[in-house]
């Protein structure tokens, strides 16, 4: 830990540490260490899917997401997924999977 910086010249303004991203669920905005990355793959049958990325060294298009139940339900609901991932083509993935990241949020779900 190399100690906390505090610098408050603007006490409305939170000081967001590190590049900022959206969370597709939410839309607020935090830092990167804070969200979850998660890009595009696909499954056993070359079906587009929506993988995490926990590390975020996948190349590629990805989108950041608070690692939350309650957000990745948001971003399913929205469609944001096929939204931020496949911008052009909308229409062919409309049945877009986000399994895997719901899986991997909520793992003790699936066990049972
Ligand atoms: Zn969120």
Not at 13 to 24: A, D, I, N, S
Not at 73 to 91: E, I, M, S, T
Request: one cysteine or more; charged letters at 20%.
């Amino acid at each position: 830990m190399a100690g906390r910086r505090k610098i408050s010249t603007s006490p409305d303004v939170p000081l967001l540490e590190g590049p900022v991203r959206t969370c597709v669920g939410c839309r607020e905005r935090a830092t990167k260490s804070e969200l979850l990355r998660v890009i595009a793959g696909s499954d056993a049958n070359g079906q587009p899917v929506v993988v995490p990325d926990p590390d975020g060294t996948a190349t590629g298009r990805g989108a950041h997401l608070h690692p939350t139940s309650a957000c990745y339900d948001l971003a399913v609901r929205r469609k944001a997924f096929a939204r931020a991932l496949f911008p052009q083509g909308r229409q062919s993935v409309g049945g877009l999977s986000s399994a895997p990241v719901g899986e991997y949020l909520d793992p003790l779900d699936h066990q049972q």
